[in-house]
C-alpha cells in the first residue's frame, strides 16, 4: 500500500506548494504565459469542476470527506480483495485521485473555495488536484474495464 499512500502525500504536498506560490501573486495576475497556455492567481471558486455547482462549498466540502472516505474504505479493504484490481498502478491511480480529493479539501477548508490556476484558455482553469483526480480515474477505468476483459475471455485448456 505504499505506492497508495505516497502516491496520495506526493499530489497533496506539490498541489499546496503550488496553490502558495500562486497565491503569493496578486488575484487576476497572469504569473506565466507561453501561447496558448498561462499559469493565473485566480479567486478560489467555490464550484466544482467546470463551473458547476457555484456557492455549494458547504455541500461540496460533505462529498468531499464521504469520497474519501469511500475511496479509503475501497482501497484499504475491499480493493485487496478483488484480485484482478490489487496491483501497483491500480493503487496508484487510487491515490492520485485521494491526494486530489484532499488537496481541494484543504482548499475549501481553509479559504472556503478552491485556487484553480493553470489556464490553457480552451479549457477551464484547473489545479494540480484536479489534475491527479482526472489521470486517477482514467487510469483506474482502463484497469477496470481491462480486468472485465481478462476475465471474459474464454478458458483455452
Known amino acids: 500500500m505504499w505506492s497508495f499512500f505516497l502516491t496520495a502525500l506526493g499530489v497533496v504536498v506539490a498541489d499546496q506548494l503550488t496553490k502558495l506560490w500562486v497565491r503569493s501573486y496578486p488575484e487576476s495576475q497572469t504569473i506565466f504565459q ?54 501497483r498502478l491500480t493503487r496508484t491511480a487510487l491515490g492520485l485521485i485521494l491526494g486530489g480529493a484532499i488537496g481541494n479539501l484543504i482548499d475549501r477548508l481553509c479559504l472556503g473555495g478552491v485556487t484553480d490556476f493553470i489556464d490553457f484558455t480552451f479549457w477551464p482553469v484547473f489545479n494540480i488536484a484536479d489534475s491527479a483526480i482526472t489521470v486517477g480515474v482514467i487510469l483506474f477505468a482502463y484497469f477496470y474495464l481491462r480486468s472485465l476483459r481478462s476475465d471474459s475471455k474464454p478458458d483455452d485448456g
Do not use: M, N
Not at 462549498?57 to 480483495?81: C, D, E, K, N, W
Open 34 to 87: 507561453a501561447g496558448f497556455f498561462r499559469l493565473i492567481h485566480l479567486k478560489p471558486h467555490t464550484g466544482a469542476a467546470f463551473g458547476l455547482f457555484q456557492d455549494q462549498s458547504f455541500a461540496l466540502t460533505i462529498v468531499a470527506i464521504v469520497g474519501i472516505a469511500l475511496l479509503l474504505v475501497y482501497a484499504l479493504i475491499i480493493r485487496p480483495r478483488f484480485s484482478p484490481l490489487d496491483s
